[in-house]
């Protein structure tokens, strides 16, 4: 595969997303259900609890299908959850569209 080719296959965004906010939900609410990453990373169907400790960290945000049943597991409240993710989205939207001042 071409150097070229590889680079735009990985996925890169123009501006950085940090969910901290729903990762710090996350692990309250999964320490609230008494569930350690790895239980969840299992019932997730992930081999490594790097996956869910990089939610809780605000790296990345769960899969749709794996948001559904985190939803269920910890009993989550949807609204919390879309405001959480919206919340980080609004921010970039408004970073990505906002005029820039050029310095004359």
Known sequence: MSAKKKQSSSRQYALPRRYTNLGNYLQEMRLKADLTQREVSVALGYS???????????????????????????NLQVETVMNLI????????LSALKPRVRAV
Not at 50 to 71: C, D, M, T, W, Y
Not at 86 to 93: A, D, G, N, Q, T
Request: net charge positive; no cysteine.
């Open 86 to 93: 919206l919340e980080v989205e609004r921010e970039i939207m």
């Open 48 to 74: 490594s609890a790097q996956f869910i400790s990089n939610f809780e960290r605000g790296i990345a945000v769960p899969p749709l299908k794996k948001l559904k049943v985190l939803v269920r597991m910890y």
